[in-house]
């Protein structure tokens, strides 16, 4: 049994836990401590029971909530040692932190993690392939483009946590300042749902991938009928397809075979 509960995505904050019988992890804390033990609650879960929490980056949306976290609940955060040195100023030094490097695959509880690298404007930046017994779980968000090794690393994904931030006519037709406009679209920015939608079905077309979540998207430049049509048209065959809110829980999926 896998299952993964987006508690919550957007650049308000990012958290989604997965768990298995035994273990349960979070990845990324970016909200406050606060909010996430409440969102956790409201699920049925509370902080004090995770065996871990992974953090993808150090930007705020990711790394918010973690010192706190930790120091309350004693909870161990997993990061890059380069999100570690960058994310100092939201880090207090007393936490309890582990390292991992990219490409490395780490056995916590009875999961097993791998950390994939991702192309963004982070001192690191990591997507996780979380596994148990057979069954793979996939979490890409906050990357300006999908690379092989993505794609290598996410071929036996039976579900995934995916990044649709931006339609890119909304981005450049809206009210962003040029720079940021640029800065979003680029090859380390953020995933456009065009570029999402492409990864999704390449995917899809090796006949393991069950579902998507649509992660990250963002408010001024993105609508989820948008990403999803974008997603629906490029996609043959059945797939399952779910929008993260940034405001609220998403109801638990349980990560199965096709
Ligand atoms: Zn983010
Ligand atoms: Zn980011």
Redesign the pocket.
């Known amino acids: 049994m896998l299952e993964m509960i987006m508690l919550g ?3 308000g904050g ?1 958290a989604c836990l997965v768990r298995n019988e035994d273990t349960l992890l979070l990845i ?1 804390a ?1 909200f406050s401590g606060a909010e996430i033990r409440r969102r956790m609650e409201l699920v049925g879960y509370h902080p004090d029971d995770l065996e871990a929490c992974l953090i ?2 150090e ?4 790394i918010k909530g973690a010192s706190i976290l930790s120091k309350r609940h004693k909870v161990h955060l997993l990061m890059h040692p380069a999100t570690k040195r960058a994310g100092h100023r939201k880090l207090s030094g007393s936490e309890r932190i582990r390292h991992f490097e990219m490409n490395e695959v780490m056995q916590l509880g009875s999961l097993q993690v791998t950390s994939v690298p991702t192309l ?1 404007d982070s001192a690191s930046s990591t997507g996780f392939l979380v596994e148990s017994d057979g069954v793979c779980f996939g979490y890409l ?2 990357l300006g483009a999908v690379t092989e090794d993505n794609f290598l690393k996410m071929r036996n994904a039976d579900f995934m946590v995916m990044e649709a931030n931006h339609d890119r006519d909304m981005l450049w037709n809206g009210h962003y300042p040029p720079h940021l406009k640029a800065r979003v679209d680029s090859r380390v920015g ?1 995933l456009s749902n065009d570029d999402s939608a492409e990864f999704i079905a390449m995917l899809s077309e090796l006949g393991h991938l069950k579902g998507v979540m649509l992660a ?1 998207l963002s408010e001024k430049n993105n609508k989820p009928e948008i990403a999803l049509e974008t997603v629906r048209k490029r996609v043959d065959g059945p797939i399952d397809i779910y929008i993260a809110q940034q405001g609220q829980s998403a109801e638990p999926i349980t990560v199965e075979k096709k």
């Open positions: 995505s957007g650049s990012n990324d970016g993808t980056h930007h705020g949306d990711h963004h968000t906050d953020h990250h």
